[in-house]
């Protein structure tokens, strides 16, 4: 898009300094044009524009072949079986395939990394992120219900959250599956399992640790 404006842009100043030459040599006959214009020929217009389309369009078309080049570095997830990204489905009446569900004081960076990540590595996947998506506070059990699966981020004072709760009740009411992921860094917000376990409601501790949902420790690495 950007290229075609550009490349319109050109053409009509060219068109314009076309006309404006020919009138100069049309009705002062004894003026000279590139005093006006800087060009004494009509051609050298003509060639100045079409170097100037010319190396626009090369410009963008590099621009497009980097960007390209990138987009195909970027490693994706792909079935064994057909070397492709597997096509995603959805159940009905979803929204999303994955929630999010943190405190954000300890795991609103690490969830953001998250679904970044994991919509590289398989584009097309639909998240929910409470910054990104959430608009009404009071509706945090829907867009649970509007969700395929849940993903718990456990660090200090998850469980000691309202929301987080109502979260984590809502997906249990409705035998959603679940992903758990474990911040590890004491400095972040971070904790063993059992003193993540222990800030649990005693009547949700089995549900959430003793179902063998996966879980999945967050480390965090500089070089990754």
């Known amino acids: 898009a950007v290229a075609t404006s550009l490349v319109l842009l050109l053409l009509f100043l060219g068109t314009n300094w076309t006309t404006i030459f020919l009138g100069i040599e049309e009705r002062y006959q004894e003026a000279d044009p590139a005093d ?14 079409i170097g100037l389309v010319v190396f626009a369009l090369v410009f963008f078309l590099i621009g497009a ?37 943190h405190i954000w004081s300890t795991g609103q960076d690490a969830v953001g990394n998250i ?19 959430l ?34 009740r ?9 992903v758990l992921v474990q911040e590890a860094d004491p400095e972040k917000g971070g904790g063993t399992l059992q003193a993540l376990r222990d800030e649990c409601p005693e009547d949700l501790q089995p549900d959430i640790f003793d179902k063998d949902w996966p879980l999945t420790i967050w480390y965090r690495i500089n070089d990754f």
């Open 65 to 101: 072949v980097v960007a390209a080049r990138r987009v195909a570095k970027v490693p994706t997830v792909r079935l064994v079986s057909t070397k492709q990204p597997p096509e995603l489905s959805i159940g009905t009446g979803l929204t999303w395939h994955l929630f999010l569900s």
């Open 135 to 168: 608009k009404d506070i009071g509706s945090l059990e829907e867009y649970i219900q509007h969700s395929q699966m849940i993903l718990f981020f456990l660090s200090c004072g998850y469980f000691r959250s309202k929301n987080c709760l109502r979260e984590v």
């Open 170 to 178: 809502s997906s249990l009411e409705k035998d959603k599956p679940l």
């Open 36 to 49: 006006v214009l800087g060009f004494g020929k009509l051609n050298a217009i003509v060639d100045t524009m």
């Open 115 to 133: 679904k970044s990540e994991l919509q590289l590595l398989v584009p097309g996947l639909k998240i929910f992120l409470d910054v990104d998506d």
